[in-house]
Structures are given as structure tokens and as C-alpha cells.
């Protein structure tokens, strides 16, 4: 079940990215596919942690993202920004097998539903960032 729910959002976020020609955003959101489909392929211990530090780099670029791109709609920054930094934390609190990393991982949540929020009173529905976060959607609702 998580698969096929990983599947439909990598299909939906790359349909999307086409749309747009910003380049960060598509560089998110490929990176992203390469790290979720490249252990669905090949699965081993390898394959997933290499997959694992490409998402971090991509929460890594997300942050980026949001402070140079974002900066007409504050409530949209603020959400990508804690989205990438809280992934960033759960990251390394998983790699180190650090305690409370389910609680981090639960507290992932609520940026991206002040994202929601954003995009729902902004009445843009269809934004440029919406391609990478349809494909963090299954990761955060799932992991």
C-alpha cells in the first residue's frame, strides 16, 4: 500500500514539475524521485542509505528554496522552510538512531499543513513548490 501511494505521488509531482521551468524546483523534486525509487529497485542496506542522504540533501535544498524563492507569501516560507529543517532534524535523529525521533517525525505534520493553509487563502492552488511537496506528502503521512 505505501508503495503504490509513493508511485502516485512521483507520477503526479513529475507531471507537475513539467509545468513549471524553475529549476530548483524540478532539481527537488528528481532528486526526490531518485531517492524513493532507487531502493524500490534495488533494495539493499546501500541503495537505502544513499537514497536516505539524497532526501536529506533535497530538505537541505528545500530550505534554500524557501529563503530565496518564497518571499512574497510569509506564511508559504515559513511552512517550506520548517518542512525542511524539521526533515533535516528527523534525518539525522533517524541516522543516529537518536530517541524521539517518532515525536520529530510526527511534529513534520503541522508545517505542511500551514502549507495548506498558505495555498488555500492565497487562492493559488497550482504553485511552482506544489511538485516536490506532493512527493513529500506520502513520506511524511507514511514513514
Known sequence: M???????SIIFGIAISFFFKNLFCKTITFGLVLSICVPLLFPNQITATISFFCAAIMAILMVIFGFKELKNNKLKQISVISLGLLFIVTFVFKFFHYPFATYINNAVKLP????????????QHFTKEISFMIIWLPIIFLM
Not at 505542511?112 to 487562492?123: E, G, M, N, P, R
Open 2 to 8: 505505501t508503495h503504490i501511494a509513493l508511485i502516485i
Open 112 to 123: 505542511f499543513l500551514l502549507y495548506l493553509i498558505a495555498i488555500i487563502t492565497d487562492k
